[in-house]
């Protein structure tokens, strides 16, 4: 029967389409970029606390708005020193806070420093650092704010915040845009006039107006019992992920409708019916599987909302809290004219941090579309 | 087509009415009202906090606040008055919603002048040099978010001294000689908010003008105009343009909640006079009225700018027709 015996049905290289979506995603460059730059991002905010030089509350009324000072390999007299060291700096105008470089002071970089304790994820107790330098230079990647506290250590522990908001919100919108999607898709009548009249409400009032109006709600009704009419900072993150989401899952929930609609008539929902699956193994096994790709690619793509969103909301000033720190927050602290124009740092290392991560997300959403959706072309 | 607006225009108004009950319910459930300032002054006497709360028409539940105030606006058009400014709603804000108008409208411009020809350029020279560069531009409008933007423009306006650093206009503009001057005040001033605003949609409008130019450019109508001998610019410009444009008039119904939102960060980054700016100072003093006025008036904005898009679908496509 078989003419060529060597060659087996075994030898047949058989890709499923998740392998194929991901050979094409590695041939995109930009799409491995993003995803390398995001997986930096969250590693570091992960291990926030080990490495960021100092406490990002604390403030140090010596150094107030002390401008960036990288590390250097390079001394005064153009000599190589193997050990990177930042020069010292002195106050030279207390009223304007002007400060000049201190050539006679060198303060070599030391890595695994001893620090104040601290607490790694809550729990683990710690008493060492990534890197410092010894009192009493300052390492001020990012600059410091009016107060002395490190910006650097802020822009880490405000990415805490601000990049897990945005994952947190887009699993809990997709989840509930999955939900009533396929509910209202999939059972028709009544489901569907009910959520559709919801979605079209949430989609008809201008997002920014809405997301005020619930958030000074749930400030004093709380979410399902936490909160209240004393809300704490932490609270107020879980608050305005809820409020995101709330908001959020109305686009995608029509979308998701949209897909459930034309796959329902399609041949196998109709022999797995005929088979005796219940309704719920259809949704879960059969329908909502082949929206995974649309899910998956509209998700990168709308994590960057949730991080503006939480951003526009900090700036505002009715987002997250201080003493807690977001990439907003530092943003609502860099908004004077003053701060703008004596210390641009404040504004400058916020937006940037931004501006990557949504760049990041964008090109790999980007890729992802190009990679899952054989149909797109660009 | 008129039936169409009639019918629109019928269908939103259990919208609007719904989003009116759903605002005065939250601001109704949130800490403190408008006297909350004075309540916790000890000078203050409560009889004269019963009469102010009285006189307010706070003393009622809010669903009666509500349904009076509902049939205010639908009886006598009145949106009720500002507790702080003590001048009726509509004059307030009447003012503002031109002013944001006026910013969405410039920036809206802004973004399709640049955006058509921009995406018509990289679609025809499609991966040559302009199409990449076209994609990187687009790109990076699309990836900064519109505060950063504000913000930046804040810091370039600050630094280099050549545009204003906000606000509508100068502090001399009531002296300024002549209405030509004071349009060129204001001109002035909008500049920077009509660039920021307008970049998002910049970017979103040249990719979409591109793909769609590229789809239509392979259409069998294309290749037989080539055929019997049109020159390619006329190909492009007059056969398969238009139609390259539908989907974009669609967005543009869809890019309006994003640009009343957007215009609402930027109001208030830079100062800009307009709706957005006085409904978070508005709900910041509780307000309600105002801010259930202004909430309002964005959604009927809205509403209003997606019956635009519906209407100059049809104007464009013969083909559509709506019954």
Same mark, same amino acid.
């Not at chain 1, 927050?329 to 931004?354: G, K, T, V, Y």
């Not at chain 2, 687009?138 to 650093?165: C, D, N």
């Given at each position: 029967?078989?003419?060529?015996?060597?060659?087996?049905?075994?030898?047949?290289?058989?890709?499923?389409?998740?392998?194929?979506?991901?050979?094409?995603?590695?041939? %995109?460059?930009?799409?491995?970029?993003?995803?390398?730059?995001?997986?930096?991002?969250?590693?570091?905010?992960?291990?926030?606390?080990?490495?960021?030089?100092?406490?990002?509350?604390?403030?140090?009324?010596?150094?107030?708005?002390?401008?960036?000072?990288?590390?250097?390999?390079?001394?005064?007299?153009?000599?190589?020193?193997?050990?990177?060291?930042?020069?010292?700096? @002195?106050?030279?105008?207390?009223? &304007?806070?002007?400060?000049?470089?201190?050539?006679?002071?060198?303060?070599?970089?030391?890595?695994?420093?001893?620090?104040?304790?601290?607490?790694?994820?809550?729990?683990?107790?710690?008493?060492?650092?990534?890197?410092?330098?010894?009192?009493?230079?300052?390492?001020?990647?990012?600059?410091?704010?009016?107060? $002395?506290?490190?910006?650097?250590?802020?822009?880490?522990?405000?990415?805490?915040?601000?990049?897990?908001?945005?994952?947190?919100?887009?699993?809990?919108?997709?989840?509930?845009?999955?939900?009533?999607?396929?509910?209202?898709?999939?059972?028709?009548?009544?489901?569907d006039v009910a959520?559709m009249r919801v979605v079209e409400f949430l989609l008809s009032i201008p997002?920014?107006y809405?997301?005020?109006?619930?958030?000074?709600?749930?400030?004093?009704?709380?979410?399902?019992?936490?909160?209240?009419?004393?809300?704490?900072?932490?609270?107020?993150?879980?608050?305005?992920?809820?409020?995101?989401?709330?908001? $959020?899952?109305a686009?995608?929930?029509r979308?998701?409708?949209?897909?459930?609609?034309?796959?329902?008539?399609?041949?196998?929902?109709?022999?797995?019916?005929?088979?005796?699956?219940?309704?719920?193994?259809?949704?879960?096994?059969?329908?909502?599987?082949?929206?995974?790709?649309?899910?998956?690619?509209?998700?990168?793509?709308?994590?960057?909302?949730?991080?503006?969103?939480?951003?526009?909301?900090?700036?505002?000033?009715?987002?997250?809290?201080?003493?807690?720190?977001?990439?907003?927050?530092?943003?609502?602290?860099?908004?004077?004219?003053?701060?703008?124009?004596?210390?641009?740092?404040?504004?400058?290392?916020?937006? &940037?941090?931004?501006?990557?991560?949504?760049?990041?997300?964008?090109?790999?959403?980007?890729?992802?579309?190009?990679?899952?959706?054989?149909?797109?072309?660009? | 087509m008129l039936r169409l607006v009639l019918r629109r225009l019928l269908e939103s108004v259990p919208l609007l009415i719904a989003i009116s009950l759903v605002t005065?319910?939250?601001?109704?459930?949130?800490?403190?009202?408008?006297?909350?300032?004075?309540?916790?002054?000890?000078?203050?006497?409560?009889?004269?906090? %019963?009469?102010?709360?009285?006189?307010?028409? +706070?003393?009622?539940?809010?669903?009666?606040?509500w349904l009076?105030w509902l049939w205010g606006v639908v009886r006598h058009g009145d949106l009720?008055?500002?507790?702080?400014?003590?001048?009726?709603?509509a004059?307030?804000i009447g003012?503002?919603v031109c002013?944001t108008f006026?910013?969405a409208l410039?920036?809206t411009?802004?973004?399709?002048?640049?955006?058509?020809?921009?995406?018509?350029?990289?679609?025809?020279?499609?991966?040559?040099?302009?199409?990449?560069?076209?994609?990187?531009?687009?790109?990076?409008?699309?990836?900064?978010?519109?505060?950063?933007?504000?913000?930046?423009?804040?810091?370039?306006?600050?630094?280099?001294?050549?545009?204003?650093?906000?606000?509508?206009?100068?502090?001399?503009?009531?002296?300024?000689?002549?209405?030509?001057?004071?349009? @060129?005040?204001?001109?002035?001033? +909008?500049?920077?908010?009509?660039?920021?605003?307008?970049? $998002?949609? +910049?970017?979103?409008?040249?990719?979409?003008?591109?793909?769609?130019?590229?789809?239509? +450019?392979?259409?069998?109508?294309?290749?037989?105009?080539?055929? @019997? $001998?049109?020159?390619?610019?006329?190909?492009?410009?007059?056969?398969?343009?238009?139609?390259?444009l539908n989907p974009m008039i669609t967005l543009f119904g869809f890019a309006f909640s994003?640009l009343l939102?957007?215009?609402?960060?930027?109001? %208030?980054?830079?100062?800009?006079?307009?709706l957005?700016?006085?409904?978070?100072?508005?709900?910041?003093? @509780?307000?309600?009225?105002?801010?259930a006025a202004s909430v309002l008036m964005a959604s009927v904005m809205l509403i209003l700018g997606n019956l635009l898009a519906d209407i100059l679908l049809a104007l464009n496509d013969p083909r559509i027709r709506y019954e």
């Open positions: 029967m078989n003419e060529n015996p060597e060659i087996g049905l075994e030898d047949f290289a058989v890709s499923s389409p998740g392998a194929m979506a991901w050979r094409r995603l590695k041939l %995109n460059r930009a799409a491995l970029v993003g995803a390398a730059v995001l997986a930096a991002l969250y590693m570091t905010a992960l291990f926030g606390s080990f490495i960021s030089p100092y406490d990002p509350a604390a403030r140090d009324y010596g150094a107030p708005n002390h401008p960036p000072t990288l590390p250097r390999f390079v001394d005064e007299y153009g000599k190589f020193r193997m050990r990177p060291f930042v020069y010292g700096m @002195k106050m030279t105008d207390p009223v &304007s806070q002007r400060w000049e470089y201190d050539f006679s002071r060198k303060y070599p970089l030391r890595f695994f420093v001893p620090s104040e304790p601290y607490k790694m994820w809550w729990v683990i107790p710690m008493r060492t650092r990534l890197t410092g330098v010894d009192l009493p230079g300052v390492l001020a990647l990012f600059g410091r704010d009016s107060v $002395g506290k490190d910006v650097f250590s802020r822009v880490i522990e405000g990415g805490k915040i601000s990049l897990s908001i945005g994952l947190v919100g887009i699993t809990v919108s997709l989840l509930i845009g999955m939900l009533m999607g396929s509910l209202a898709g999939y059972f028709g009548g009544w489901w959520i997002s920014l809405l997301i005020i109006a619930l958030r000074a709600y749930f400030q004093t009704q709380g979410v399902f019992g936490i909160g209240g009419s004393q809300v704490n900072s932490s609270q107020m993150y879980l608050i305005i992920v809820v409020i995101l989401s709330l908001i $959020g899952w686009g995608q929930a979308v998701i409708r949209g897909m459930v609609l034309a796959i329902k008539e399609t041949d196998f929902v109709m022999a797995e019916r005929a088979l005796g699956a219940s309704t719920l193994r259809i949704i879960t096994r059969h329908i909502l599987p082949n929206t995974m790709s649309y899910v998956i690619i509209s998700a990168t793509i709308a994590v960057p909302g949730y991080i503006l969103g939480e951003v526009a909301l900090s700036y505002l000033g009715v987002g997250i809290q201080e003493p807690q720190v977001s990439w907003g927050i530092m943003l609502e602290d860099a908004q004077s004219l003053s701060a703008i124009s004596n210390s641009p740092w404040l504004l400058f290392a916020p937006a &940037s941090l931004i501006f990557i991560t949504v760049f990041a997300f964008n090109f790999l959403g980007d890729g992802l579309r190009d990679a899952l959706d054989p149909k797109h072309r660009r | 005065f319910f939250l601001l109704f459930h949130t800490p403190g009202d408008f006297l909350a300032a004075l309540r916790l002054d000890p000078k203050i006497s409560t009889e004269f906090l %019963n009469r102010e709360t009285e006189r307010l028409g +706070l003393n009622h539940p809010w669903h009666i606040v009076r009720g008055h500002s507790f702080t400014y003590k001048i009726p709603v004059s307030l003012a503002r002013n006026l910013l410039t920036s411009l802004f973004a399709w002048a640049i955006a058509v020809p921009l995406g018509i350029i990289a679609a025809v020279r499609q991966n040559k040099l302009a199409d990449r560069i076209a994609s990187a531009v687009a790109f990076l409008g699309l990836s900064i978010p519109a505060v950063l933007l504000a913000l930046v423009a804040v810091y370039f306006a600050a630094v280099t001294g050549a545009f204003p650093t906000g606000g509508m206009r100068s502090d001399t503009y009531f002296m300024l000689p002549s209405a030509w001057e004071r349009m @060129k005040d204001i001109g002035r001033h +909008l500049i920077l908010p009509t660039f920021v605003l307008g970049m $998002g949609g +910049l970017a979103i409008y040249t990719r979409q003008m591109r793909s769609n130019l590229l789809e239509t +450019l392979q259409a069998d109508y294309v290749r037989t105009a080539l055929a @019997k $001998g049109v020159s390619y610019r006329a190909a492009v410009m007059r056969h398969a343009l238009r139609n390259a994003d939102s957007g215009a609402f960060l930027v109001e %208030n980054v830079m100062a800009w006079p307009g957005g700016r006085t409904t978070i100072e508005a709900y910041m003093s @509780k307000d309600l009225f105002v801010v």
